[in-house]
């Protein structure tokens, strides 16, 4: 069963962060909220978890579209083909935020990536993801939880998530309600910004 751990947004306790991301190191799946939807992730660098990801989603690792949780835009360059100018400030100026953008990958992208040409991107507006991916010290790799209901599409309560996925996963953190809706998608491989419709991504 799942560990079920509040963490509260206006104040994450620096012990329990710490927990969760010590437990992501050793390849725990934690379910953690973002400013959109509450997502599911865990260390980039852990293979072993992130093909237990990639078995939830029903998907093969090499083709799975995860999104990359960081902190900030510092590292961009660690994941990320050279960008000019203008489309780093159209980061700059959305980020953190409610999107996810599409980049051109380079070659040190984790090697289960290798085969990909592109990486989505997130920083999102949350304390407690932005606590979790700086404790770490790398990138979540992230992917939305999506409800079975054809009505509402994410579930919202905690509580609730628990109930559905303490057999899938080993952490979920109760952050409060959660939000309803997907980041936007913005592709940002071709010659002009293609803003998507709102997707189905953390």
């Known amino acids: 069963m799942a ?15 710490k ?21 599911l992730g865990c260390d980039i660098t852990n293979k072993n978890a992130l093909e ?27 994941y990320v083909s050279q960008i000019d100018s203008g489309t780093f400030k159209l980061l700059k100026r959305n ?5 996810t953008f599409i980049l051109p990958g380079n070659n040190n992208l984790p090697t289960v990536f290798k085969k990909k040409k592109t ?8 304390p407690i993801a932005i606590a ?12 939305s939880i999506k ?17 559905k996925w303490d057999h899938l996963v080993d952490i979920v953190i109760d952050g409060g309600y959660g939000g309803n809706i997907g980041s936007t998608i913005i592709d940002l ?8 419709v709102k997707e189905k991504a953390v």
């Open 3 to 17: 560990d079920f751990i509040k963490i509260y947004e206006d104040n994450p306790n620096p012990r329990e962060i």
């Open 19 to 39: 927990r969760v991301a010590d437990a992501m190191r050793n390849g725990a799946l934690v379910i953690y909220p973002t400013d959109t939807v509450y997502g």
């Open 52 to 78: 237990k990801v990639a078995r939830i989603k029903g998907v093969k690792l090499e083709k799975a579209n995860f999104s990359f949780i960081c902190e900030d835009l510092s590292n961009l360059s660690d």
């Open 95 to 99: 980020l953190p935020g409610p999107y």
């Open 119 to 126: 990486v989505g991107i997130r920083v999102p507006d949350h």
């Open 132 to 143: 979790l991916v700086r404790e770490l010290g790398r990138p979540i790799i992230s992917t």
């Open 147 to 163: 409800d079975d209901d054809e009505v509402i599409e994410y579930t919202t309560d905690p509580s609730l998530i628990w109930e």
């Open 189 to 196: 491989t071709g010659d002009e910004p293609n803003w998507c």
